[in-house]
């Protein structure tokens, strides 16, 4: 199995993930890292406990983190989450509650104890993992890899250029593509594809079990087309990709690619990739070290992905 800590901002599709990974075999979810996003840190947690109910595993720990970014000030997404984070999910409140030390206590508790090293999955703005690699530089030993959904290749969300997780703590983000452990950017060039059919997630509504019409609701969420059109059907699996990611790579197509994370003017949040296949006059006048590197998933198999989702759940 893969021992993995998930940091997530829950949020519909981090709930997706957060039942997608701990009913995967091969994954073992160490502990649960929460962070201000998609809603506030009160209701990420809320909303973690819940879902964490409802996969029944009441056993994986969960700590709360940042309640705001590095620098930038905190701005939630319930234009595409709801108010609450779930859309119109609603479940009943957790008997359970977070851990009383911060997400970077526990996180750095589970990878020392951890005999294997650790993936560290973010779903989310990467103020926590920011500030662990701070606060524990050593830890990055014992760091497998640090597969993050967030940044884009292409086109963004949160502004035209840049993704929501990277936009919203840009400097957390550089923190993590600067700190020497191998990185995995799950961007919005394979995030906006991965979707389940709109038959297939309605009739999920019906299903008979708790677990079946959850998922229904979450992959029913209708998100906003633009400022003056109607809300629309996405079906997006979302984060839950990126933990597809850790178990069947193979479904992806990446690259090893120079990535930097833009922090002025309208670019700030952008994840600019240097797709040229030659290299440009800066590279050749010594403007190398600007670029960190990472592995980019640019194409996905979405048949094999949603197929996998929905499998590994037991709905198909
Ligand atoms: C990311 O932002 C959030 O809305 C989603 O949960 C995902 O992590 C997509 O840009
Ligand atoms: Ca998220």
Redesign the pocket.
Same mark, same amino acid.
């Given at each position: 199995t893969i021992p993995v800590i998930l940091d997530v901002?829950t /949020?519909?599709?981090?709930a997706l993930a957060i039942l997608f990974a701990v009913a995967h075999p091969e994954i073992d979810v160490l502990g649960i890292s929460c962070v201000a996003?998609?809603a506030s840190l009160e209701r990420v947690v809320q909303n973690t406990l819940r879902i964490l109910d409802v996969a029944n595993a009441p056993d994986i720990p969960v700590a709360a983190g940042a309640r705001r970014p590095l620098i930038e000030r905190a701005r939630d997404?319930s234009h595409?989450?709801g108010e609450g984070g779930l859309g119109t999910l609603r479940l009943p409140p957790s008997e359970r509650t977070a851990l009383p030390i911060s997400s970077v206590e526990l996180m750095h508790q589970l990878i020392q104890d951890s005999e294997r090293p650790v993936t560290l999955v973010a779903?989310?703005p990467q103020t926590n993992l920011a500030l662990l690699l701070r606060q524990y530089p050593d830890i990055t030993s014992k760091i497998e890899r640090i597969v993050f959904? /967030?940044g884009s290749a292409s086109v963004g969300?949160?502004t035209a250029v840049a993704?929501?997780?990277v936009w919203h703590d840009p400097e957390a983000a550089a923190i993590v593509l600067d700190s020497g452990v191998p990185t995995f950017m799950y961007g919005?060039d394979v995030?906006n594809q991965v979707a389940v059919a709109e038959e297939v997630a309605v009739a999920l509504l019906e299903h008979e079990t708790t677990l079946g019409r959850t998922v229904g609701s979450l992959l029913t969420n209708r998100v906003n087309a633009g400022p003056d059109s109607a809300t629309v059907y996405s079906g997006l699996i979302?984060?839950a990709g990126a933990v597809c990611a850790l178990v069947d790579p193979g479904a992806l197509r990446t690259q090893i690619r120079p990535v930097r994370v833009e922090l002025a003017g309208y670019g700030r949040g952008q994840t600019l990739v240097d797709m040229r296949q030659t290299a440009g006059e800066d590279l050749m006048h010594g403007l190398a070290d600007v670029w960190e590197t990472a592995e980019i998933a640019l194409d996905v198999d979405v048949p094999r992905y949603t197929a996998l989702f929905l499998k590994t759940l037991g709905l198909a």
């Open positions: 901002d /949020g519909v599709d981090d996003g998609n997404a595409v989450h779903l989310a959904m /967030g969300n949160a993704e929501f997780n919005l995030f979302g984060d």
